[in-house]
């Protein structure tokens, strides 16, 4: 047997050289590109949270993907890319993007599933459209502007998935798609529960607990050599001094608990969420990687204190193609929010920040940053705890020159113009993080690397 206090030594000085990369804002600040570049530097990928809701592209050899639960460490050879037990899975999707790596001859075999992962349920998704159809039916203006709105979720079942987790007894589990006995029972009482509680939401539609073991169990067969103890594996990993780098999905402002509830996602998309979404304690890792754009986006519904709701914001979607990767929606727009994101280090303990996208802001005479909420009159420097306060409050801006010149060619930081460097180091002042990534388009090699 080997000794347990060296596998705990090996365990602990593994994760002190491993890393993750989160989303500071709502989404969409282009993770993908730096977790591509930083999964070069570990041995596995390991996503923890959300599930199709999130997506993203990643070009190899001129060959685009849109993974929305693969880890994009897939498309690295000899990595690990595991699905944490905490993302909700929806096999549909997976199928989809495994026949897409195979069609493209990437090899995938390196992917493993935790079997603790939720599966995402066709009756999830249809409850998810039926919840935000009735939600567009209520008005209730006198609390916030924004509770006449649904949530505008990507209707991929997320909430409800999370939802079942929470409910235990009929939750379907990754591993439970390879447990034929455990699965029937389980969707036999799903069945009864959806069938008496979802169907006056759905104009009566009703499951078949056959059909639905059906489909479970055609996935479960396509599905079962990857299926497997994530937390053993995690482990098992870092204890051969291999190195993990935690990819995050969805952003710090869409977090369940510390977002700007209920216009948020049913994850914990910061750092913290990284101990119950894989297993393994997030107190020793070496490295949290914080990625931000230059400005703010926001797909859905829910306040957004800086949205430029005008030509600049029109100007900013162009340039920066702010489409959404899973819905196609178009991204709202606005000046970089620093209170938010201020919100967001603090909440992920940043080490260090990737700024992305800075190459759409050239051409503007100036930039604006959010450096405080006006509320009630008062001044203030925090994230409200709600969408109720953070759709009251105003934005206090700081005025800074802009820079006429496009940078997508410019490789040092140096070389930069002048008043792009002032924007990127009163970022950095404000946060008290560095930007050790500045990324100035969308190829990996169209990124400055500062340390
Ligand atoms: P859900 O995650 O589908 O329930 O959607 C809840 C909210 O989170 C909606 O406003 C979505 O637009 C937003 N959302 C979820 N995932 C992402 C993402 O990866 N990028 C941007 N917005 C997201």
């Known amino acids: 047997m080997t000794d347990p206090r ?34 070069a530097e570990h041995d596995a990928v390991v996503r923890y949270n959300g599930g199709a809701n999130a997506g993203h592209t990643v070009a190899v050899d001129g ?57 995402v349920m066709p009756y999830h998704k249809d409850e998810d459209a039926a919840r935000e159809k009735l939600l567009s039916t209520r008005r ?60 006056p939401l759905l104009d009566g539609k009703t499951y078949d607990a056959e ?31 291999r190195t993990l780098l935690f990819e995050g999905a969805n952003g710090a402002l869409l977090d369940i608990d510390h977002g700007g509830h209920p216009f948020v996602t049913s994850s914990s998309t910061t750092s913290l969420g990284i101990g119950p979404g894989t297993g393994i304690s ?36 162009e340039r920066g193609r702010e489409f959404g990767t899973t819905t196609g929606r178009p991204r709202r727009c606005g000046w970089l929010d620093l209170v938010s994101v201020r919100h967001a280090i603090n909440l992920n303990d940043c080490d260090a920040v990737a700024l992305t996208m800075l190459d759409v802001l050239a051409g503007f005479e100036e930039l604006k940053v959010c450096t405080a909420y006006r509320l009630d009159g008062e ?16 934005p206090v801006y700081e005025t800074l020159p802009g820079f006429s010149e496009e940078i997508m060619d410019v490789r040092s930081f140096d070389a930069l113009p ?29 990124t400055i690397r500062r340390s």
């Open 6 to 39: 060296s596998t705990r030594a090996a365990i602990r000085h593994a994760l002190g050289r491993s890393a993750a990369v989160v989303g500071l804002q709502w989404g969409d600040e282009g993770k993908g590109k730096i977790v591509d570049l930083l999964a």
């Open 63 to 119: 060959k685009r993907f849109g993974l929305h639960l693969v880890p994009s460490g897939v498309l690295h050879k000899g990595k690990l890319a595991v699905i944490g037990n905490g993302v909700v899975v929806d096999p549909d999707v997976l199928m989809v993007e495994l026949e897409s790596l195979e069609a493209a001859n990437v090899d995938h075999s390196a992917l493993r599933i935790s079997a603790a992962a939720p599966v």
């Open 282 to 317: 997030t107190r020793g890792l070496g490295k949290v990687n914080g990625v931000m754009k230059a400005y703010q986006t926001r797909v859905g519904a829910g306040p957004m204190p800086t949205e430029l709701d005008n030509a600049i914001g029109e100007r900013i979607r």
């Open 211 to 241: 059909e639905l073991i059906a489909w479970a169990t055609g996935h479960g067969e396509r599905l079962e050599p990857f299926i497997t103890n994530s937390l053993l594996l995690l482990q098992e990993t870092l204890a051969d001094g």
């Open 418 to 446: 002048s008043t792009a460097q002032a924007y990127v180091r009163a970022i950095e002042d404000f946060l008290g993080v560095d930007a050790a990534i500045v990324s100035v388009g969308p190829d990996r090699t169209q």
């Open 379 to 394: 001044e203030i420097q925090y994230f409200p705890v709600d969408a109720v306060d953070l759709s009251r409050v105003e």
């Open 140 to 199: 209730a203006p006198d609390v916030h502007s924004a509770d006449t709105e649904p949530i505008g979720t990507t209707r991929r079942g997320i909430g409800p998935a999370y939802a079942e987790k929470a409910q235990r007894a009929s939750a379907v589990r990754v591993g439970d798609l390879v447990r034929p006995k455990l699965l029937r029972k389980k969707i036999e009482l799903a069945c009864e529960i959806k069938n008496r509680t979802l169907a």
